[in-house]
């Protein structure tokens, strides 16, 4: 059983599309995050959710938007794609406050 | 949250113990130790944390010094399959993790 998925596992696209992707755990946590490694592998935090708050790292562009439809999922909405967004994203989530569970990350390449 | 330094790099032979030192002079009371891994194009795992206890897991040990300022993650008989980068990071409940550069350890047969 897969505890924290993540769809699609690539992703290709040209600038200026909108593109979403999607995240599911079955952890039943209360807490979801999504995070951006770059080419230089650094790790950062985008955005912390439950169901009550969003946290948002003050250096995500607006372009950027979390979405979740219900407490399981969790899914990360980009307009206008940039060249700079090409990364590889993950999700996880965790019961609050206590340790995190990844997902397998996918890797968006933007032309 | 506090941050943490770690060197860059470090090599260790398959079958013996790995330790992985980790500077977080800043600690402060309600902040804990954490060590997560990344192997190679995979999402972080989870190995251990702790608030000044020594902890023991399957995976792994951590040692907290007695100050707080310093811990060190001991896998006990390294494989190959350890081969990963490991982040040490200082976290309090409720702030968002936040990574380094981590430790790149190579396990060599």
């Known amino acids: 059983d897969t505890a924290v998925s993540q769809t699609p596992k690539y992703l290709v696209t040209q600038m200026g599309n909108d593109k979403s992707i999607k995240c599911e755990q079955n952890l039943g946590h209360d807490t979801m995050y999504w995070y951006k490694q770059d080419s230089k592998k650094f790790l950062k935090i985008m955005f912390s959710y439950n169901n009550k708050e969003l946290i948002i790292n003050e250096t995500v562009p607006n372009r950027f938007s979390p979405k979740s439809p219900d407490k399981a999922h969790l899914n990360l909405h980009i307009n206008s794609l940039e060249l700079g967004d090409s990364a590889v994203y993950f999700c996880?989530?965790?019961?609050?406050?206590?340790?995190?569970?990844f997902g397998p990350g996918t890797r968006l390449t933007v032309l | 949250d506090a941050k943490t330094t770690q060197p860059p790099s470090m090599d260790c032979a398959e079958g013996r113990a790995a330790n992985l030192p980790c500077n977080h002079s800043t600690i402060s009371g309600n902040e804990y130790v954490y060590w997560y891994r990344q192997i190679h194009s995979q999402g972080p795992q989870y190995i251990i944390h702790?608030?000044?206890n020594n902890e023991t897991n399957e995976m792994a040990s951590l040692i907290i010094t007695e100050d707080r300022k310093s811990s060190t993650l001991i896998l006990p008989h390294a494989t190959l399959r350890d081969t990963a980068v490991y982040y040490c990071?200082?976290?309090?409940?409720?702030?968002?993790?936040?990574f380094g550069g981590g430790t790149r350890l190579m396990v060599k047969p």
């Open positions: 990071i200082v976290h309090s409940a409720g702030n968002m993790l936040t």
């Open positions: 996880a989530s965790s019961p609050l406050g206590n340790e995190q569970f």
């Open positions: 702790g608030l000044k």
